[in-house]
């Protein structure tokens, strides 16, 4: 299994602090050291980093760690091998365009059984369950909505609709977005926090490392945090419920769609 | 205007002398300060950074610079915007999927009057003349080809037919890979060499730098540079013919196709 981290937030926020406890989990504190990778969007543009090296040992988890990046939505995975080899290609987020955005996709868990027919516009290059889920949930957005993109809440409810068909094959706890907005889906196991005014001091669990957040921030900032497990000690995080869908806009959670 | 980097090997070789140069053409010695991107193939898999950035105060380019990676294919661009503001989507080189593998491609040059009609398969997500070439590219490849991508000299014989009608629309120095070879097309300014036993030392013209690349290859080893302005000034640089479209392959010059 994977581990899976998230940001959304109201303003570029760099991810240091989150993202230094969580790659501790990619073999140091946890066992996760088949590869990592992190996209950030910035504006429609995205930086993609993955590295088939353990993220403790990663030169590039390295820069990461010490240039704060900005960016309103963020989404990071370490690997721990289930499908696919340990290669560049297989390790996430995947990163497509559609409807002239860039979609980025990481997955934590393992489908079985999982065979959909692709019609080939969107195919994996590598040979993981998680690339064919993205793959397919592409396709079935485009043939859903042809070349004009939805407003949020319709892409909210085609996909609480599509999901479930994939989480039927077995674990599906995974993120999505396309640098508006960020879509969070669990299957076992999901946390998130909402940080904001008046911003705490945060201590993480996998380093001996804490953050006055009230020193690096304005009042108005808002940060949704969505990981598979929670990352600080001291702070209240809240489970998601199986089979539960998030959207995560400027910071906040948005209501369910209405069917 | 724009400089393009591109690399081509029968080993994986890592590309950090030649981007050391290329680097300080990024702000220093000459005036591509708009950006800048790199990416390199790893087996299916592509590393792709991109930064908004000029090239000489940029940490991911430093981090470049320090971090040897290893390819077989490197496409690199330093941009001077002509079209399209300054912003991360519009860096190039692109990346697009097509048959299951990434495409990389990168554009020095402007293009007018050019407005393919996009099928919808493929958007660009930034402004660039560049990015729609890709594009209208990549749609008019799969057009041709359908589900089952071509061998080499077809698709080497389709890139001969399609590129001039958009290198009818002003100056198209690019290149393109999908990491099994290198396709390079000029315009106004390419040149290319072909490192192979034995080895030269290789003097930088941009910064005070020189490699004895026989301490590091073995005899087998075989490196294509293609550049817009030769990079060293010690080495024999070929110049491309305007219009003249070169595919390599482990590091070889291949021959024209057959019309």
Redesign the interface.
């Known amino acids: 299994m994977c581990q899976l981290l998230g940001m959304n937030c109201n303003v570029p926020t760099d991810i240091v602090f989150s993202f230094t406890g969580f790659a501790m989990r990619g073999g140091h504190t946890d066992t996760h050291h088949d590869g990592w990778g992190i996209a950030f969007f910035?504006?429609?543009?995205?930086?993609?980093?993955?590295?088939?090296q353990a993220a403790i040992a990663s030169?590039?988890a390295e820069?990461i760690k010490?240039?704060p990046i900005k960016s309103r939505n963020v989404i990071a995975h370490i690997r721990k091998a289930t499908q696919g080899q340990v290669?560049?290609?297989?390790?996430h987020p995947f990163?497509?365009?559609l409807?002239?955005?860039?979609w980025v996709f990481a997955h934590n868990g393992d489908l079985k059984e999982f065979h959909p027919v692709l019609t080939?516009?969107?195919?994996?290059?590598?040979c993981t369950d998680s690339e064919l889920a993205f793959c397919y949930l592409l396709q079935e957005l485009h043939a859903r909505f042809?070349?004009a993109p939805p407003a949020l809440p319709q892409l909210h409810a085609a996909l609480a609709e599509l999901l479930p068909s994939i989480a039927a094959h077995g674990t599906f706890n995974m993120m999505l977005s396309s640098g508006e907005a960020l879509f969070a889906h669990c299957s076992t196991s999901l946390h998130y926090l909402v940080r904001q005014h008046p911003f705490p001091t945060a201590k993480l669990s996998d380093e001996d490392l804490s953050v006055d957040f009230s020193q690096v921030t304005t009042p108005q900032d808002r940060v949704a945090v969505i990981v598979t497990q929670p990352l600080t000690t001291n702070e209240q995080w809240t489970a998601f419920a199986p089979g539960e869908l998030k959207l995560f806009v400027d910071g906040m959670v948005q209501d369910t769609p209405v069917a």
């Open positions: 910035e504006g429609a543009g995205v930086r993609h980093f993955v590295d088939h030169p590039v820069l010490r240039y290669a560049l290609e297989n390790c990163v497509r365009e409807w002239g955005r860039y080939g516009s969107y195919r994996p290059v590598g042809g070349d």
